[in-house]
Protein backbone atom coordinates (compact mmCIF):
# COMPACT_ATOMS: atom_id res chain seq x y z
CA UNK A 1 0.00 0.00 0.00
CA UNK A 2 1.12 3.60 -1.07
CA UNK A 3 0.68 6.24 1.76
CA UNK A 4 1.79 9.24 -0.11
CA UNK A 5 1.35 8.94 -4.30
CA UNK A 6 1.48 11.30 -7.01
CA UNK A 7 0.54 10.21 -10.25
CA UNK A 8 -1.22 12.34 -13.20
CA UNK A 9 -1.25 15.10 -11.10
CA UNK A 10 -3.56 13.18 -8.58
CA UNK A 11 -2.00 13.71 -4.92
CA UNK A 12 -3.03 10.97 -2.69
CA UNK A 13 -2.24 10.23 0.80
CA UNK A 14 -3.48 6.95 2.65
CA UNK A 15 -5.11 6.03 -0.74
CA UNK A 16 -7.82 9.21 -0.39
CA UNK A 17 -7.66 11.70 -3.42
CA UNK A 18 -6.82 15.58 -1.71
CA UNK A 19 -8.19 17.43 -4.72
CA UNK A 20 -4.88 18.57 -5.94
CA UNK A 21 -5.05 17.58 -9.58
CA UNK A 22 -5.46 20.65 -11.38
CA UNK A 23 -1.17 21.19 -9.48
CA UNK A 24 1.68 20.38 -10.91
CA UNK A 25 4.73 18.94 -9.06
CA UNK A 26 6.55 22.29 -8.69
CA UNK A 27 3.30 24.08 -7.34
CA UNK A 28 2.92 20.74 -5.22
CA UNK A 29 6.17 20.87 -3.89
CA UNK A 30 5.89 24.93 -2.79
CA UNK A 31 2.81 23.70 -1.03
CA UNK A 32 4.58 21.26 1.31
CA UNK A 33 7.95 23.53 1.49
CA UNK A 34 5.62 26.23 2.90
CA UNK A 35 3.58 23.99 4.97
CA UNK A 36 6.68 22.75 6.62
CA UNK A 37 7.55 26.43 7.23
CA UNK A 38 4.50 27.05 8.88
CA UNK A 39 4.28 24.00 11.37
CA UNK A 40 7.98 24.61 12.15
CA UNK A 41 8.01 28.16 12.74
CA UNK A 42 7.04 27.73 16.41
CA UNK A 43 10.34 25.98 16.78
CA UNK A 44 12.31 28.34 15.40
CA UNK A 45 10.79 31.33 16.90
CA UNK A 46 10.33 30.41 20.75
CA UNK A 47 11.89 26.93 20.95
CA UNK A 48 10.89 24.18 23.01
CA UNK A 49 11.53 24.48 26.74
CA UNK A 50 12.67 21.81 28.75
CA UNK A 51 13.15 23.78 32.13
CA UNK A 52 9.97 22.63 33.60
CA UNK A 53 10.81 19.05 32.91
CA UNK A 54 14.13 19.04 34.80
CA UNK A 55 13.60 21.19 37.12
CA UNK A 56 16.06 24.03 36.51
CA UNK A 57 19.44 23.61 35.44
CA UNK A 58 21.28 20.35 33.33
CA UNK A 59 24.66 19.42 32.58
CA UNK A 60 26.04 16.65 30.64
CA UNK A 61 29.65 15.47 31.89
CA UNK A 62 29.85 19.09 33.61
CA UNK A 63 29.46 21.05 30.53
CA UNK A 64 26.28 22.93 30.87
CA UNK A 65 22.87 22.81 28.45
CA UNK A 66 20.92 25.57 26.89
CA UNK A 67 17.04 24.45 28.57
CA UNK A 68 15.21 25.68 25.20
CA UNK A 69 15.41 23.52 22.02
CA UNK A 70 15.61 26.01 19.08
CA UNK A 71 15.46 24.88 15.48
CA UNK A 72 17.81 26.47 12.62
CA UNK A 73 16.61 27.33 9.28
CA UNK A 74 19.52 27.68 7.21
CA UNK A 75 19.57 27.04 3.46
CA UNK A 76 23.01 26.59 3.05
CA UNK A 77 22.64 23.28 5.52
CA UNK A 78 19.78 22.08 3.72
CA UNK A 79 20.99 22.40 0.70
CA UNK A 80 24.45 20.59 1.45
CA UNK A 81 22.16 17.64 3.12
CA UNK A 82 19.95 17.91 -0.13
CA UNK A 83 22.86 17.31 -2.32
CA UNK A 84 24.57 14.77 -0.06
CA UNK A 85 21.30 12.86 0.10
CA UNK A 86 21.13 12.91 -3.94
CA UNK A 87 24.71 12.08 -4.11
CA UNK A 88 24.09 8.68 -2.02
CA UNK A 89 21.49 7.42 -4.18
CA UNK A 90 22.74 7.98 -7.48
CA UNK A 91 26.20 6.19 -5.78
CA UNK A 92 24.03 3.44 -4.69
CA UNK A 93 22.09 3.19 -7.93
CA UNK A 94 25.77 3.31 -10.21
CA UNK A 95 26.95 0.77 -7.84
CA UNK A 96 23.48 -1.52 -8.80
CA UNK A 97 24.19 -0.62 -12.63
CA UNK A 98 27.37 -1.76 -12.88
CA UNK A 99 26.96 -5.20 -10.58
CA UNK A 100 24.01 -5.50 -13.46
CA UNK A 101 26.46 -5.71 -16.20
CA UNK A 102 28.65 -8.33 -14.77
CA UNK A 103 28.16 -11.93 -15.91
CA UNK A 104 27.26 -14.09 -12.79
CA UNK A 105 29.77 -16.59 -11.85
CA UNK A 106 27.51 -20.17 -11.59
CA UNK A 107 27.19 -21.36 -8.25
CA UNK A 108 28.51 -23.98 -6.89
CA UNK A 109 27.40 -25.71 -3.30
CA UNK A 110 30.28 -26.50 -1.17
CA UNK A 111 27.35 -29.40 0.62
CA UNK A 112 28.91 -31.79 -1.74
CA UNK A 113 32.48 -31.30 0.07
CA UNK A 114 31.31 -31.15 3.22
CA UNK A 115 29.28 -34.38 3.30
CA UNK A 116 32.52 -36.13 1.32
CA UNK A 117 34.50 -35.01 4.45
CA UNK A 118 32.77 -37.19 6.88
Do not use: C
Not at 31 to 37: E, K, N, S, T, Y
Not at 46 to 72: C, H, K, P, Q
Not at 95 to 108: A, D, I, Y
Request: glycine fraction near 8%.
Amino acid sequence: MNFISYHDGVFKFLNVQLGLAALDLPHLIMILVGLGLLFNWPLWTTGIDRSAMYGGNIEASGLAMDMVIRGDLSATKTAFFALFTWALTVAAAVSVWRSRLQSPEPFTSPLPEALAMR
